[in-house]
């Protein structure tokens, strides 16, 4: 066999790795904010463990997050899982906060106390359970407030 061989090949994939990191290939995104991070993608930057729980028991951060379903922008819309799909509502702070409310909901707007209730527990500002979509998720009450920090800051 060719000693060359096997040593070209890793030149190669050495210099195609570097190549993909110059152009961002390999990267990780850059967040403005932990709670951005935690919002696209269910990770802290603190390193600490973030799971959502749908009924099927926990699963871990970063294999669904906020945005997938409420959108980059955080304004919700329908969602396609599985073999049907759900109408997401829109997440905004200031949409949560509102006196008015989306067609079919009958709940006082928001605090910051009820938000943080509705993400870790599926529990809505009246206390009724949010729609099956929606995770319980647990995480630390640092990362808790980052989150709610960001989506302070979609609009």
């Known amino acids: 066999m060719n000693r060359a ?33 935690i919002y696209f993608t269910a990770t802290s930057q603190r390193g600490s463990l973030i799971t959502a729980d749908i009924g099927m028991g926990p699963m871990g951060g970063g294999m669904m997050a906020c945005a997938n379903c409420h959108g980059p922008d955080g304004r919700g819309g329908r969602v396609r899982m599985m073999m049907g799909s759900f109408v997401a509502p829109d997440i905004r702070y200031k949409t949560l906060t509102a006196a008015e409310h989306a067609a079919g909901e009958e709940h006082p707007p928001y605090t910051d106390e009820t938000i943080k209730r509705a993400i870790t527990q599926g529990i809505d500002p009246a206390g009724e359970p949010l729609n099956w979509p929606m995770p319980r998720w647990t995480m630390t009450e640092a990362d808790l407030e980052d989150l709610l920090a960001f989506l302070k800051t979609l609009d």
């Open 5 to 37: 061989l096997p040593l070209t090949a890793l030149a190669l994939i050495v210099i195609g790795a570097l190549g993909l990191i110059a152009i961002g290939g390999l990267t990780r995104p850059q967040f403005r904010s932990n709670g951005e991070q």
